[in-house]
């Protein structure tokens, strides 16, 4: 089966930092763009990041520019988010997503998601 | 950055029924926007890319068009396993912007 499973949400004080890791399991996804998105209790989804198979470009939301940081390791098949001095409106469901961009850029496989809580 | 709004943000309709459900950008994206389904705890799911290419598997009552700043998803016969909240997200410009979403439900 195709899939794309989350870890390393957890519950963490404001200021914190957190790991979160996406392995793929059926699918390589050493030659695709990857990203993050999440989701508040609530509210609606949020693009976080992504970067390219080569990690030579990397993007960000505003919202988590210089906190946040994406990278990957093809040989693992893996994929993270670092996430530092976390703030309470950083709660969420954290999903990551292959993108694929040929023809179009377009997320064409999610994971399951993984929860992040940033409270004291 | 690019600014998604969807309307409406809620509908309830018979099962059989025609809905639409309208995206607009705050500026020209051309044909660079997604749709997306989220059912009720799932993760999002990709309906349609480049504004009207239907993913493989997703069922053809599900159509996408538009282009530049307004941008529609039809749904031509209401199914229950519809019952979802669906986003549309520009790819156009970094950052990428999801909108807020619209709620269908059946009446």
């Known amino acids: 089966e195709v899939q794309l499973v989350e870890s390393g949400g957890d519950l963490v004080q404001p200021g914190g930092s957190l790991r979160l890791s996406c392995a793929g399991s059926g699918v390589t996804i050493s030659s695709y763009w990857m990203g993050w998105a999440r989701q508040a209790p609530g509210k609606g989804l949020e693009w976080v990041a992504n970067t390219n198979p080569g990690e030579t470009d990397k993007n960000y939301a505003d919202s988590v520019k210089g906190r946040f940081t994406i990278s990957r390791d093809n040989a693992k098949n893996s994929l993270y988010l670092q996430m530092n001095s976390l703030r309470a409106e950083d709660t969420a469901m954290y999903y990551c997503?292959?993108?694929?961009?040929?023809?179009?850029?377009?997320?064409?496989?999610w994971g399951q998601g993984t929860k992040v809580t940033v409270a004291s | 950055a690019i600014q998604m709004t969807q309307s409406p943000s809620s509908l309830s309709a018979s099962v059989g029924d025609g809905v639409t459900i309208t995206c607009r950008a705050s500026q020209g994206i051309g044909n660079e926007l997604g749709w997306y389904q989220q059912r009720p705890g799932k993760a999002p799911k990709l309906l349609i890319c480049a504004a009207s290419s239907l993913q493989s598997g997703v069922p053809s009552r599900f159509s996408g068009s538009g282009s530049g700043t307004d941008f529609t998803l039809t749904i031509t016969s209401l199914q229950p396993e519809d019952v979802a909240t669906y986003y549309c997200?520009?790819?156009?410009?970094?950052?990428?912007?999801f909108g807020p979403g619209t709620k269908v439900d059946i009446k």
């Open positions: 997200l520009q790819d156009y410009r970094y950052p990428f912007t």
């Open positions: 997503a292959r993108q694929t961009v040929v023809p179009q850029d377009a997320f064409d496989i």
